[in-house]
C-alpha cells in the first residue's frame, strides 16, 4: 500500500500564491507518478497536473496552465503544486494522487490523499 498525506492548503486572496505538499509512504520503491487533482463543491473531481516519476515529464490542465507548476523531490518522497496568481475559481479540495502509468483520468490512479481545502477570496 502506498499513503499520501497532503498539506498547504489554506485561505488566500486572489492574486496570491499557496504551495501544496504531498508525502508518500508505503511502497515508494515503485516508480509511481504523480497527480494533482480538484473537486469543487457539485463538481466532479477534475486533473489539474502531472509528472512522471523522474519529473522530466508534466502536463497541466488548460485552466491552470502558466498559473500553476508540479514538481517532485524524490529523496524526500515528496511532490508540490506551486499555485500562482490564484483565482476565486479555483477553490476547491485539492488531492494528490499516484499511479503506475501517467496519465489524466482520475480512474487511471491507484491511491489518493485526503484532500486538502483551498480557498481563494476576491
Known amino acids: 500500500q502506498v499513503q499520501l498525506v497532503e498539506s498547504g492548503g489554506g485561505l488566500v486572496q486572489a492574486g496570491g500564491s499557496l504551495r501544496l505538499s504531498c508525502v508518500a509512504s508505503g511502497r515508494t520503491y515503485r516508480s509511481y507518478a504523480m497527480g494533482w487533482f480538484r473537486q469543487a463543491p457539485g463538481k466532479e473531481r477534475k486533473f489539474v497536473a502531472n509528472?512522471?516519476?523522474?519529473?522530466?515529464?508534466?502536463a497541466y490542465a488548460d485552466s491552470v496552465k502558466g498559473r500553476f507548476t508540479i514538481s517532485r523531490q524524490n529523496a524526500k518522497n515528496t511532490v508540490y503544486l506551486q499555485m500562482n496568481s490564484l483565482k476565486p475559481e479555483d477553490t476547491a479540495v485539492y488531492y494528490c494522487?499516484?499511479?503506475?502509468?501517467?496519465?489524466?483520468?482520475?480512474?487511471?490512479?491507484?491511491?489518493w490523499g485526503q484532500g486538502t481545502q483551498v480557498t481563494v477570496s476576491s
Open positions: 494522487a499516484a499511479a503506475e502509468v501517467i496519465a489524466t483520468d482520475v480512474n487511471a490512479y491507484d491511491y
Open positions: 509528472i512522471n516519476w523522474t519529473g522530466t515529464r508534466t
